[in-house]
């Protein structure tokens, strides 16, 4: 069939009928995915949207015959172009592998092989497929990818791509045998917005050029409307709602779908307003929080902040390397100031150092207009109660041998505060705050989610009654949904005790959201500051131009009730 | 099959009951709670290697402590030239030794030197290595690198060789006892443990964790013991285990060889020691000492083995 034929065809390439998963576990027999259907046409993006756990990259790998050891497909079909792969033996799903359909997986930093040369990776895939596999054809593949001198690229280890670079050479890999289907798992996730943004542009010029049809794997509600004509939202291993892209965002109808395209970041465009506080009283909703306090002094001011780390070139020598270059801002008390920047930017090294984890090399911190550089062991301890840490990785963030309660209660064991019995009492109250169950304090982080972890690391924060919460990365982690929920948590906990929030971030989504003032960096320097709502719509650097057309989404056009 | 039309994409909906809607992100109440312990003893108890190796060492152990229980022999008293070498006999069931003694008995009351050897060996090197080893991984930089090379040297030696030279040293030579032999096992036994303990404090070390407790206003030292150590601690253990073993082996090395312990004291290394003069005239004077320390040895490297699937961080639920 040729590519115009095919392209006309009515008759679908993947068809995936009533499918069902089952991973064997100790315990049983736990159902993945259950009544999962989906069509992809020749030539045509699907999207399967859902959180972590949904069984949407099951249900991919299942196509591709991938499943992990203790899993199998014990329901349904999987129709690729009229053949049931279900039933297909393992020989022939060797052959369509690559040849027919072919494979973007998730996390470029660790899916190259590191001991073998990029053009030897591109190599083994041709050759696998049967196809010429000289210098030349592995330099045209590359040259594919859009990665410049590709003949020099191919003698490269994957050590010296980066991770974008990579993501181009799996894709490239992915893409080399021509497949008929293109199976994106989360292609992007590990990758900068602006990053993500050319590579799924990429992507889609490729797989259109060659009339690829793609199954794109996504938790972005807002990245899978963007991108893919058709959206299929599964959720605790079902498909829940599927269809056009446009008709799922404007015209949502199951309550999951309601929930999400609610909660999407990327289509929301207010900052979020306490929730206890809209109860109290409702003209207070129009007055933003900034316009508030904008009376209220600084209660961190940061001035001509510089952090210079000497990197060790060989034996006895060393370069500079600036990461931090002449930062200033300040946060007004009541206030959350966002630092927004890409990897490498220096934003988390801005916040290690306000922390007084890490001494600047030269510039000041005034907290509360005294400066944090040089305090004593009593004031230094007195500082740490009063500004306190939310890291990114919930589940490194908690000490996996210490219980929930030992948890929360170690900072007032570490300041001396209170007896056994108002400790406990404090813990309860915390617990409550955060919205978690009492029963929660004898479990251990490992029985919890994400999320919940999350919590537990802001009641623990929360713990010394701080004036100033710094959450470097602190809803990156989470899925769409816990994320919206750990916002609002933030923003009611701000509204009840009148926090200050250091906000450090990739994310403008998030920024919008929560942020009254950002300050953008950019390897090392600060290129704009200003309100958000100034930033947004008016912003002046090209830099922060092209960080809010990468947030996915931006481009697409929606009815006013929803943006 | 239904025809499909590429402008037309039907919206489905699935049905609501079927697919009913949780609150984002629910607490499952109905789970016991369980900690890194608690879940490797939850692990442990089924399986049966775990359950031979800890009978075994419990058996062991009570044998080492309460030797009277098992034989009413004095091992040493009744010897009789008469019955060198002569087979199992009414209330000796393992026939006797060259010297006439009764080799059952000699057994029993041998294994208190060779799991004393064992035990307080390892707790030696754990000592000494853990808190070195802890100390390089926690501090690092110039710390670090001295002490890793000064266990190098020792790493360098083969323990027996090692050994050999130390035990000639006049004053061990003239003071050989379990204590000699102990400090000797411990001088080239604790590198190894020091390795294991830097490598996972180092792992732990910049967990963020630790960090946050830091920034709570947990000093240095406090988060190496509260928070450092305690998730540094399940590869050591089983390091421990496993050398444990070991130790015991190269007691009886070390007595074959007529440097380990004196003579007088009875321990199965002894006493392969004495056997070879009869290795072929009787050889299960030796086969019983040797058998009883493979038996030992067997169980504590199958416990270990036990101990590390059960403590591995990666299969662990997150």
């Not at chain 2, 707790?123 to 190098?152: K, Q």
């Amino acid at each position: 069939m040729t590519l115009i034929q095919e392209l006309n065809s009515t008759e679908p390439l993947l068809e995936i009928r009533d499918l069902a998963i089952t991973f064997s576990s100790s315990t049983g027999d736990v159902p993945a995915v259950r009544n999962a259907h989906l069509t992809v046409m020749p030539g045509e993006t699907v999207a399967i949207v859902g959180e972590s756990g949904s069984g949407k990259s099951t249900t991919a790998l299942a196509a591709i015959g991938l499943l992990p050891g203790n899993g199998r497909v014990t329901g349904g079909r999987i129709l690729f172009a009229g053949e049931d792969l279900t039933q297909a033996g393992p020989k022939r799903i060797m052959e369509l592998r690559g040849n027919s359909i072919g494979m973007v997986p998730q996390d470029p930093m660790s899916s190259l092989n590191p001991v073998w040369k990029i053009g030897a990776q591109i190599k083994e895939t041709l050759r696998a497929n049967g196809l010429p596999s000289g210098p030349g054809d592995v330099a045209q593949v590359l040259a594919e990818a859009g990665l410049p001198d590709a003949e020099r690229r191919a003698r490269q280890f994957p050590h010296e791509f980066s991770g974008g670079m990579r993501q181009r050479a799996l894709i490239a890999i992915g893409l080399s045998c021509r497949p008929r289907l293109l199976i994106a798992d989360e292609p992007t996730s590990a990758l900068d917005v602006t990053v993500q943004r050319q590579i799924l542009d990429h992507l889609e010029n490729m797989t259109a050029d060659l009339g690829t049809a793609v199954l794109l794997i996504t938790h972005d509600l807002g990245l899978a409307a963007e991108r893919a004509r058709k959206v299929v939202v599964m959720y605790k291993g079902q498909v829940v709602e599927s269809g056009s892209a446009q008709e799922i965002l404007t015209n949502p109808r199951h309550p999951y779908t309601k929930r999400l395209v609610e909660a999407a970041p990327s289509l929301s465009s207010r900052r979020i307003q306490s929730a206890r506080a809209a109860g109290i009283d409702s003209a207070d909703l129009l007055a933003p929080v900034a316009e508030a306090a904008a009376a209220a002094d600084n209660v961190i001011e940061v001035q001509d902040l510089t952090k210079v780390f000497k990197l060790r070139t060989g034996f006895g020598k060393s370069t500079d390397f600036t990461a931090v270059d002449g930062v200033s801002f300040a946060i007004k008390r009541g206030t959350t100031t966002a630092v927004v920047g890409e990897s490498g930017s220096g934003k988390s090294t801005v916040a290690r150092m306000v922390l007084n984890l890490e001494t600047p090399t030269s510039g000041r911190i005034l907290f509360d207009g005294v400066e944090t550089a040089g305090l004593s062991r009593g004031e230094l301890l007195k500082f740490r109660r009063r500004v306190q840490p939310i890291f990114q990785d919930p589940y490194g963030s908690l000490d996996p041998m210490y219980n929930i309660f030992r948890t929360i209660e170690e900072p007032l064991r570490v300041h001396k505060i209170g007896d056994s019995r108002s400790r406990e009492a404090k813990v309860r109250k915390l617990l409550d705050q955060v919205a978690l169950p009492a029963s929660v304090m004898r479990r251990f982080p490992n029985e919890l989610s994400g999320g919940q972890r999350q919590r537990i690391a802001i009641a623990r924060a929360l713990a010394l009654d701080p004036e100033v919460v710094i959450c470097d990365e602190a809803v990156s982690a989470l899925d769409v949904l816990v994320q919206d929920q750990i916002l609002n948590l933030l923003a009611d906990l701000q509204q009840e005790l009148g926090l200050s929030y250091l906000f450090i971030t990739h994310d403008l989504a998030v920024v919008r959201q929560i942020a009254d003032h950002v300050c953008v960096m950019d390897k090392g320097r600060l290129v704009e500051t200003g309100s958000t709502d100034s930033v947004f719509a008016s912003p002046r650097q090209d830099y922060t131009r092209a960080l809010l057309a990468a947030i996915p989404g931006a481009r697409l056009e929606l009815p006013p009730e929803v943006a | 099959m239904p025809e499909y039309r590429r402008d037309h994409i039907e919206h489905y909906v699935a049905p609501i009951e079927e697919t009913p809607l949780q609150a984002t992100d629910k607490v499952a109440e109905d789970v016991q709670p369980l900690s890194l312990w608690a879940e490797a003893w939850h692990n442990l108890r089924r399986q049966p290697l775990f359950i031979i190796a800890s009978v075994l060492i419990l058996l062991i152990v009570v044998v080492a402590l309460l030797p009277g229980l098992f034989t009413q022999t004095e091992p040493n008293a009744n010897c009789q030239l008469a019955n060198s070498d002569g087979g199992p006999a009414p209330g000796h069931p393992l026939g006797f030794t060259v010297q006439g003694c009764d080799v059952y008995a000699r057994l029993i009351y041998g294994t208190q030197a060779s799991l004393t050897v064992g035990i307080f060996a390892t707790l030696g090197a754990l000592l000494v290595g853990g808190v070195l080893g802890a100390i390089a991984g926690f501090h690092g930089g110039w710390l670090d690198s001295v002490i890793a090379r000064i266990g190098d040297v020792f790493f360098a030696l083969p323990l027996i060789l090692g050994a050999i030279i130390i035990m000639q040293l006049p004053f061990f030579r003239e003071n050989r006892n379990v204590w000699t032999v102990v400090i000797t096992l411990v001088v080239f036994g604790w590198p190894q443990v020091a390795r294991i303990t830097r490598g996972a404090v180092i792992s732990v070390r910049n967990a963020d964790f630790v960090t946050a407790a830091r920034s709570l206003g947990v000093s240095r030292a406090a988060a190496l013991v509260r928070h450092v150590i305690p998730n540094a601690l399940a590869p050591v253990i089983v390091v421990a285990t496993v050398n444990l073993g070991i130790f015991i082996v190269a007691e009886a090395t070390l007595s074959f060889l007529g440097i380990g312990l004196p003579p007088a004291v009875m321990s199965w290394g002894n006493d392969i020691s004495a056997a070879q003069v009869s290795l072929r005239s009787n050889p299960s004077t030796l086969l019983w000492p040797a058998a009883a320390l493979s038996v030992t040895v067997l169980s504590f490297i199958m416990l270990g083995d036990a101990l590390r699937d059960a403590l591995d961080p990666k299969a662990r639920k997150r």
